[in-house]
């Protein structure tokens, strides 16, 4: 079966942009979740949706928000971008959010 | 807030050598997960343990979550350089509905 896909793989923004990235869960996973992966800070927790519904959120800033559609895709925003915002974003799915994840290869995403 | 520590943060062996990473959760984890992450890839879920005191093997990879429920381990006899990633921790606090914090990750680099 097909597996996480994220779009886009790569994107350039300008500082004060705002960008809004799409995830597509393996089919029947109900839960999604979003990681920034920097290489100081490892994998940071952005927020976790289970059937639309936004479960948990990390600690991050109001600019990064989140959705997730009935077909289980999701897409996070950020809005006024900022240079620190350059990182890897990773989507993950799974069937039951207390199960194991599969990630898509994610969107890179490099504010300049 | 919840805290999950990795270390070494790095680890350079010699082909067949063994390997093992450690991780600490500074509260009690509901589940501990591990991932291994290959240069230029995204983290790849291995297995996850629920029990304290559990112990699960895969071939030369042994997985260790502490009484407690606030340590793990993994270990990797005689290293091959397939082995060669970074390999993460990922708790679970707050019940099984928590979010799924995950630790630095220990890079294993293997000379042959």
């Known amino acids: 079966k097909a597996g996480v896909t994220q779009t886009p793989r790569y994107l350039i923004k300008t500082r004060g942009q705002q960008v809004t990235l799409s995830c597509s869960p393996i089919?029947?996973?109900?839960?999604v979740s979003w990681y920034q992966q920097t290489p100081g800070q490892g994998l940071q927790f952005l927020f976790e949706?289970?059937?639309?519904?936004?479960?948990n959120k990390g600690n991050f800033p109001g600019r990064f928000s989140g959705r997730q559609f009935s077909n289980s895709r999701s897409e996070m925003n950020v809005s006024t971008l900022e240079l620190g915002d350059s990182a890897l974003y990773l989507c993950?799915?799974?069937?039951?959010?207390?199960?194991?994840?599969?990630f898509g290869s994610g969107t890179r995403l490099t504010v300049v | 807030g919840q805290q999950v520590m990795q270390i070494p943060q790095y680890q350079h062996v010699q082909e067949g050598e063994d390997f093992t990473t450690y991780c600490n959760s500074s509260?009690?984890?509901?589940?501990i997960q591990w991932y291994k992450q290959r240069p230029g890839g995204h983290p790849v879920f291995l297995i996850q343990?629920?029990?304290?005191?559990e112990v699960k093997k895969q071939k030369r990879l042994t997985f260790q979550f502490g009484e407690a429920k606030k340590n793990s381990s993994l270990h990797i006899t005689a290293t091959q350089t397939t082995d060669v990633g970074t390999y993460f921790c990922?708790?679970?606090?707050?019940?099984?509905?928590?979010?799924?914090?995950f630790g630095k990750g220990t890079k294993l680099s293997v000379k042959p």
């Open positions: 993950a799915s799974s069937l039951y959010s207390y199960y194991g994840y599969t």
């Open positions: 089919s029947g996973h109900r839960s």
């Open positions: 949706y289970f059937s639309e519904t936004q479960r």
């Open positions: 509260t009690t984890l509901s589940n």
């Open positions: 343990l629920v029990k304290s005191g």
């Open positions: 990922a708790g679970r606090g707050g019940g099984s509905q928590g979010n799924l914090i």
